[in-house]
Structures are given as structure tokens and as C-alpha cells.
């Protein structure tokens, strides 16, 4: 079973420059989670999608963070415009809804605001 | 509110000794509780789950947590350490009873000497 799937890897950019992280959660999974990992700390959710619809973006800075999931499977999310104190890595994790407790993570994508 | 405190930042321990990393959680209703461990570069990855039933509860590469309600505790044990469970271990609580999302601890690394 191929597992949570995350791009890119890697991104480095200025600040007040956009950027834009991909998430292709594991097949049949109806939910997905995007997490931040800032460094040192452990990782805090930003938004919960169940299928297209959003569960909880309580924690998402909505004047610059954005996220979509269109078609219920994979998703995007959207900083614009980055900040310094973005720099983090962004988890995106899935969960079937039999077992919504087990979350499996993707690598992670590290951002590096300059 | 819920919340997660991990009290060891780095816990060093000999191979082949037992090894515990700590946990202590606050929630207002129902707990369920979690252990993921990250290695470098990767994202996390689950090891055991307390939803209900058992207090001692079994997970992966032979770890296991104690569930301990009065203390409000979940400590992550393993009988003999390898030098390859050396890695970043975070806990992570789900106040079911207010329906409320995950939250992570800090993470504490878990270095094993040969």
C-alpha cells in the first residue's frame, strides 16, 4: 500500500513570495489532516478536510494560508504571502473513516522563509 | 482545553536497558492517546493507540504504553533498547468526549548508546 505522498520535498523562498505544497493521502482515505512542525516543537493542526468538505481550520491563519481539497482526494495548500516565521515543515497525514484515530503522515515538506 | 506536556526534552539510555519516555496529559472528558515516532527526514509514524479496555497497551518494534488515569499519564516503555529506536518520539491526545482534533507534545529524543 502505497503511503502518504507529499511535494516538494524542499522549498526555499523570500518572504512575501507565495508557495504552494501538494498532498496525495493514502488511497480510500476520506480524511486528511495539514499539520506545522515548527522546529523543536511538535506538530500542530492547521486544517482537517473530511472528503471535499472542511471539519476544522480553527488553527489556520486565513489572511495568508489557504488550502483546498477539490475532489475529495488530493489537496493543496497555499501560503501567500510567506512570512518568516513560516518556516516550518508541513505535514499532510490521512485517516480512513473505520479508523479515523490512526492518522499516517507523509515526509513532509520543509519551508525555509528567507 | 486540552493539552500534552512531555517533560524530557532528551532521554539517554544504554542498549539493551529499559527505556521509558514520559507523558502526562489534561482533558476535560475522555482521552484517547497516542504515540508516534519520527526519524530524520521522515514523517511520523504511529506506534500504539489507548482508545479504551486494557491499560497496558502493545504497539510496534515492541513498545508499549501504560494507560494511568489518576495520574494522567502515558508513559512509552520498552523492556531492551536498540541503537535503532533512537529517534524523535512525540505524544499526542484526543478529547473525544468534545470532539476535539489532535494535539501534539513537544517530542522528547530518545538517544540509545551502543
Known amino acids: 500500500e502505497a503511503g502518504v505522498a507529499q511535494s516538494p520535498r524542499y522549498k526555499i523562498i523570500e518572504k512575501r513570495q507565495s508557495v504552494a505544497f501538494w498532498c496525495n493521502p493514502i488511497s480510500g482515505h476520506a480524511t486528511l489532516y495539514w499539520y506545522q512542525q515548527i522546529l523543536g516543537q511538535g506538530p500542530k493542526l492547521l486544517i482537517q478536510f473530511q472528503n471535499n468538505g472542511v471539519v476544522d481550520d480553527s488553527q489556520l491563519p486565513k489572511d495568508r494560508f489557504s488550502a483546498e481539497r477539490l475532489k475529495g482526494v488530493d489537496s493543496t495548500l497555499k501560503i501567500q504571502p510567506a512570512k518568516l516565521e513560516d518556516s516550518a515543515v508541513y505535514l499532510c497525514a490521512s485517516s480512513n473513516l473505520a479508523e479515523q484515530e490512526t492518522q499516517y503522515f507523509g515526509p513532509g515538506t520543509r519551508l525555509l522563509v528567507l | 482545553a486540552q493539552s500534552v506536556a512531555q517533560p524530557e526534552d532528551q532521554v539517554n539510555v544504554a542498549e539493551g536497558n529499559p527505556l521509558t519516555v514520559k507523558c502526562t496529559y489534561s482533558?476535560?472528558?475522555?482521552?484517547?492517546l497516542f504515540w508516534y515516532v519520527q526519524y530524520p527526514n521522515r514523517g511520523l509514524q504511529f506506534l500504539l493507540k489507548?482508545?479504551?479496555?486494557?491499560?497496558l497497551v502493545k504497539g510496534s518494534y515492541g513498545f508499549e504504553a501504560e494507560f494511568n488515569k489518576s495520574q494522567t499519564s502515558f508513559h512509552l516503555k520498552k523492556p531492551s533498547a536498540l541503537v535503532s529506536d533512537s529517534a524523535l518520539y512525540f505524544c499526542a491526545v484526543r478529547d473525544i468526549s468534545y470532539g476535539q482534533n489532535f494535539v501534539f507534545g513537544p517530542g522528547t529524543r530518545l538517544s540509545v548508546l551502543p
Open positions: 489507548y482508545i479504551t479496555g486494557d491499560n
Open positions: 482533558v476535560s472528558g475522555n482521552p484517547y
